[in-house]
């Protein structure tokens, strides 16, 4: 039980386009989500949180406009780059939280891996 | 503020020897989770172990020990006779109700990637 997954699991874009990240959560329903980002050799850093059915909550620093979030459903979220440069390219990672669990549990997606030419 | 510290960047040992890596904490709340992930090449986490902050048992899986002490604010992993199979980056996680406001989140040490040579 608990599986997340992200599609697609690595994706090149050219610069100035926009790609969206899915994370679903496959087997349970999840009530709050997270992405995170990760550069090469660097830890991760989380960008955003979501709830089903409201807006994101973005971390300091993180460009709201350029990272759009969407959380549809109970299930799946997604994350839009838009007009991505070179400096996006990184690992995304998304986690999730089951709503019938303690909300210290989170579990994460296989992430995804962009790189913008 | 919470934070994490792994002040080991990267580790370096030889097949079959023991290996700990180090985790320390800051957290204002007193009910927070401790967690370490393993990172393969492949970037996928693997979850490894979570400890809240009322138990400070220490836990034994296999190869894998974990030592909490609440004293040091440190919560250390050690890996007993490792394994090429067992190099990896390592993050050492924690989690509180961030700011009294009930959502967890987590915030992750910088990593220890470890190399272990056949």
């Known amino acids: 039980g608990a599986v997340v997954s992200q599609h697609p699991s690595w994706v090149i874009c050219k610069s100035g386009t926009s790609v969206k990240i899915e994370c679903r959560s496959l087997?349970?329903?999840?009530?709050?989500m997270f992405w995170y980002r990760q550069f090469p050799k660097q830890s991760l850093m989380l960008m955003a949180t979501?709830?089903?059915?409201?807006?994101?909550?973005?971390e300091q620093g993180v460009e709201k406009d350029k990272f759009l979030i969407n959380h549809a459903s109970l299930t799946l979220s997604t994350l839009t780059v838009t007009s991505a440069h070179p400096e996006d390219s990184s690992f995304y990672i998304c986690?999730?939280?089951?709503?019938?669990?303690?909300?210290?549990?989170?579990?994460f997606g296989p992430g995804t891996r962009l790189t913008v030419t | 503020a919470q934070k994490v510290t792994q002040a080991q960047t990267e580790i370096s040992v030889v097949e079959k020897e023991d290996v700990t890596l180090d985790c320390v904490y800051e957290?204002?709340?007193?009910?927070?989770?401790l967690f370490w992930y393993k990172q393969p090449p492949s970037g996928e986490l693997v979850f490894l172990i979570r400890?809240?902050?009322?138990d400070e048992q220490n836990e034994i899986s296999g190869r894998y020990s974990w030592n909490f002490q609440k004293s040091t604010s440190s919560f250390n992993f050690t890996i007993t006779a490792s394994q090429v199979v067992d190099s990896a980056v390592y993050f050492c996680?924690?989690?509180?109700?961030?700011w009294g406001s009930g959502t967890y989140k987590y915030i992750f040490g910088t990593g220890t990637r470890l190399k272990v040579l056949a």
């Open positions: 996680a924690l989690s509180d109700p961030t």
């Open positions: 400890r809240n902050s009322f």
């Open positions: 986690s999730a939280r089951d709503r019938g669990l303690p909300s210290y549990e989170q579990y």
């Open positions: 979501s709830n089903e059915g409201s807006k994101a909550t973005y």
């Open positions: 957290t204002r709340d007193t009910t927070y989770y």
């Open positions: 087997d349970f329903q999840a009530t709050t």
